[in-house]
T-cell receptor
């Protein structure tokens, strides 16, 4: 069974540009969440999607947005990039069964560098 | 405020030695606690997940404990190997939230195993 796939793995963008990151969850998983990881802040929750709907949202500005498609694949978009957006962006998928013991499976991440 | 604190921030041990990492949380109401291992530049990989009623869970040389009364967890690594060098992240989920929607992450403990 393939794991969570994130593309691209590395990305360099200029301030002011926008960027789109992609995440393909494990087959059969319906929940996809996005996280930002920086050395100073650790892992921070961005948002979660389930059945093409945003179910939860973290404390990030509106420049950060996402969506989920009918096949559960998800994209994350960051507009008007700032230097502080440089980070490892991680996607996690979960079956989201009623059992709360479900674990989240992470992708390898997309390393975004804003210059 | 829901928080997860880990200690120590970093740790250096010799190969073959044991070590214990600590995690204290103030997340309420508690649903489950997870330990993840994250190699540099890669996504976190789940080691254990424990619910309220579980006190101990093992995964090979990794043993996690949970004391729900004192809101403390520990991850014990036995007979460390060079490949154990990584960041170990404690993650707590609040009851009532989706599986991945509102995970609260600790800052992680960076473990370095030296030959």
């Amino acid at each position: 069974k393939a794991g969570v796939t994130q593309t691209p793995r590395y990305l360099i963008k200029t301030r002011g540009q926008q960027v789109t990151l992609s995440c393909s969850p494990i087959s059969g998983h319906r929940s996809v969440s996005w996280y930002q990881q920086t050395p100073g802040q650790g892992l921070q929750f961005l948002f979660e999607y389930f059945s093409e709907t945003q179910r939860n949202k973290g404390n990030f500005p509106g420049r950060f947005s996402g969506r989920q498609f009918s096949n559960s694949r998800s994209e994350m978009n960051v507009s008007t990039l700032e230097l502080g957006d440089s980070a490892l962006y991680l996607c996690a998928s979960s079956p989201d069964r009623q059992n709360r013991g479900d674990e989240a499976f992470f992708g390898q991440g997309t390393r975004l560098t804003v210059v | 405020k829901n928080q997860v604190e880990q200690s120590p921030q970093s740790l250096i041990i010799l190969e073959g030695k044991n070590c214990t990492l600590q995690c204290n949380y103030t997340v309420s109401p508690f649903s489950n606690l997870r330990w993840y291992k994250q190699d540099t530049g890669r996504g976190p990989v789940s080691l254990t997940i424990m619910t309220f009623s579980e006190n101990t869970k093992s995964n090979g040389r990794y043993t996690a404990t949970l004391d729900a009364d004192t809101k403390q967890s520990s991850l014990h690594i036995t007979a460390s190997q060079l490949s154990d060098s990584a960041s170990y992240i404690c993650v707590v989920s609040a009851h009532g939230s989706s599986n991945t929607g509102k995970l609260i992450f600790g800052q992680g403990t960076t473990l370095q195993v030296k030959p």
